[in-house]
């Protein structure tokens, strides 16, 4: 059963769409996106009426939330369902002790605690019509100066160095040194996307190294 809060693979299921585009959606203040997680890794998750609001604007069918019972008590499993997190993360956490129930009430303010608000929409200024003609400039004067990210490449027949080649950025991802504001700030939201992308499949990985029978053998 889905939650209340949906995972990026969720969402992506659910609209019959890729992560990517999920983020995108995210990122242009379409889907309000909710952060879960400690230090430098926090998961993006999104509530279901927003993805319901989505497919509408997008012109996609998507059907009603399952109801969910207000009247039982709810236990660790039932809670981290509803917000779209594993039982273990509420009680490593201690968000909700092992083996105990709370009401609907207790709840909403576990949901409050866990998530006290949407992140702020990336508010840069260009758009995919703005950055396009950017990408074609900018890749344009990688080619004539003979250059990879703004900087020079391996002379033709040539090779780079092992150490050049572990050192610092993957340099076909950045732009040159002189790279307008519009340019740095698109790289940088492509590579926040990277970057989440890769989290949820390390968590992924995780839960099924977890889950594995040889683990448990």
Same mark, same amino acid.
């Given at each position: 059963?889905?939650?209340?809060y949906?995972?990026?693979?969720?969402?992506?299921?659910?609209?019959?769409?890729?992560?990517?585009?999920?983020?995108?959606?995210?990122?242009?203040?379409?889907?309000?996106?909710?952060?879960?997680?400690?230090?430098?890794?926090?998961?993006?998750?999104? !509530?279901?009426?927003?993805?319901?609001?989505?497919?509408? !604007?997008?012109? !996609?069918?998507?059907?009603?939330?399952?109801?969910?019972? !207000?009247?039982?008590?709810?236990?660790?499993?039932?809670?981290?369902?509803?917000?779209g997190?594993?039982?273990?993360?509420?009680?490593?956490?201690?968000?909700?002790?092992?083996?105990?129930?709370?009401?609907?009430?207790?709840l909403?303010?576990?949901?409050?605690?866990?998530?006290?608000?949407?992140?702020?929409?990336?508010?840069?200024?260009?758009?995919?019509?703005e950055?396009?003609?950017?990408?074609?400039e900018?890749?344009?004067?990688?080619?004539?100066?003979?250059?990879?990210?703004?900087?020079?490449?391996?002379?033709?027949?040539?090779?780079?160095?092992?150490?050049?080649?572990?050192?610092?950025?993957?340099?076909?991802?950045?732009?040159?040194?002189?790279?307008?504001?519009?340019?740095?700030?698109?790289?940088?939201?492509?590579?926040?996307?990277q970057?989440?992308?890769?989290e949820?499949?390390?968590?992924?990985?995780?839960?099924?190294?977890?889950?594995?029978?040889?683990?448990?053998?």
């Amino acid at each position: 059963m889905i939650g209340h809060y949906v995972r990026v693979q969720e969402a992506s299921a659910l609209l019959g769409v890729s992560p990517a585009t999920i983020r995108w959606y995210s990122l242009q203040g379409w889907l309000p996106t909710y952060r879960v997680g400690r230090g430098q890794v926090a998961h993006r998750r999104f !509530r279901y009426p927003d993805l319901q609001r989505v497919a509408v !604007r997008t012109g !996609r069918f998507l059907s009603e939330e399952p109801a969910w019972n !207000r009247t039982v008590p709810i236990t660790v499993e039932m809670a981290a369902q509803y917000l779209g997190l594993s039982a273990r993360y509420l009680t490593e956490t201690e968000a909700m002790v092992p083996g105990t129930v709370v009401s609907w009430e207790g709840l909403m303010a576990l949901e409050q605690q866990v998530y006290p608000g949407p992140e702020e929409p990336w508010n840069g200024s260009d758009s995919l019509k703005e950055a396009l003609p950017m990408m074609r400039e900018q890749m344009m004067m990688n080619r004539d100066c003979g250059c990879r990210g703004g900087r020079k490449g391996p002379a033709p027949g040539g090779a780079e160095s092992a150490g050049a080649a572990k050192a610092g950025w993957p340099l076909a991802d950045l732009p040159s040194e002189g790279a307008s504001l519009l340019a740095l700030r698109r790289t940088k939201r492509h590579l926040d996307v990277q970057k989440a992308d890769l989290e949820d499949q390390l968590a992924e990985l995780e839960r099924r190294i977890q889950a594995h029978p040889e683990n448990h053998g």
